[in-house]
């Protein structure tokens, strides 16, 4: 009996399926693999804290372990003290509300940094006189941490949302306002020229040859920067503000809850950890490209 033969076209079909199919199974195997180390990793950390707490070695009511204050979430009303009258995200998860306010401005400060000092890196690379006359005093402001500008956020904007996201606009915008003008600078003269000589003007050299180069520094810093401006909308949260994550953290110093203060750094360690998570993937999309160098 002769065995038959499968079509090109069908052999074509099922390659390509699996073709398609095969990017999608290494994302998940990878995505599987880097949680069961980071599940391994916390782990092996609060087992530690745990035994330690079981024998007796750390103070309990300073230090108390993991399953103590990851129980003190069933008292969700205080994560809104003192400011109870505040609309909730979540119905019953009131901790929602908290992560939500937090991101929100987080985000949106990230947001306006970014494009603020985008535009302003590329203005100061192009005009030159406006780089000189403007560039001295970006590089004296940018080594202010952004935690000594939280009391002229409060004069300015007063204590809310305004506050906590200019100081994390402000802890971003010098940073990476020198950064685009140093990339900018970097970038190969001859695809500039290039383009020139092809008839480009100045706007399409900036669009399709300046912006396409810089972008992967800009995103390593703004991922660099991003654990920087995360701390210091947290720190304006507890000054300034009465929602978020940070608000946690001070309405447990407030109430002496050693419980309720930790819980809320858990928190703030989770979400963040999600945030830059968030941001690696959308690095990878985005600059697609690149390749992470394997040693």
């Known amino acids: 009996m002769i065995p038959t033969q499968a079509s090109p076209k069908s052999s074509q079909v099922v ?3 699996q073709r398609r199919l095969k990017p999608r199974q290494v994302w998940l195997k990878t995505a599987v693999i880097n949680v069961g180390w980071w599940l391994l990793s916390v782990g092996l950390f609060i087992g530690f804290w745990e035994l330690m707490a079981a024998l007796g070695q750390v103070n309990t009511l300073i230090l108390p372990p993991p399953h103590q204050f990851l129980a003190e979430i069933a008292n969700q009303e205080q994560f809104l003290m003192p400011q109870i009258d505040v609309e909730r995200t979540g119905a019953n998860f009131v901790a929602l509300t908290a992560i939500a ?10 947001f306006l940094g970014f494009i ?3 535009t302003f890196g590329s203005l100061a690379a192009y005009f030159k006189i406006f780089g000189k006359l403007t560039l001295p005093v970006v590089t004296l402001l940018a080594p202010i941490a952004p935690v000594a500008w939280i009391p002229l956020a409060i004069l300015a904007f007063g204590i809310g949302d305004s506050a ?5 606009f402000i802890g971003i915008f010098f940073i990476l306002s020198l950064a685009t003008v140093n990339s900018i600078n970097k970038v190969d003269q001859m ?5 020139r000589v092809l008839g480009a003007s100045r706007f399409q050299v900036m669009r399709h040859i300046i912006i396409p180069a810089i972008i992967p520094d800009l995103f390593v810093i703004l991922r660099m920067n991003l654990f920087g401006a995360w701390m210091a909308v947290l720190a304006a949260e507890m000054v300034g503000v009465n929602t978020g994550l940070g608000a946690i953290v001070m309405v447990g110093r407030q109430m002496f809850n050693a419980k309720l203060m930790f819980l ?4 703030i360690g989770i979400v963040g950890y999600l945030l ?4 690696a993937q959308i690095q990878k999309r985005v600059l697609w490209w690149k390749s992470n160098a394997q040693i």
Do not use: E, Q
């Open 276 to 279: 830059d998570a968030g941001f």
């Open 15 to 17: 390659t390509d399926k």
């Open 116 to 118: 603020a000092a985008l």
């Open 264 to 267: 809320g750094m858990a928190m």
């Open 164 to 168: 906590a996201i200019f100081v994390v």
């Open 101 to 110: 306010a937090t991101l929100k401005r987080v985000l949106s400060g990230l």
């Open 191 to 195: 695809y500039i020229n290039t383009a």
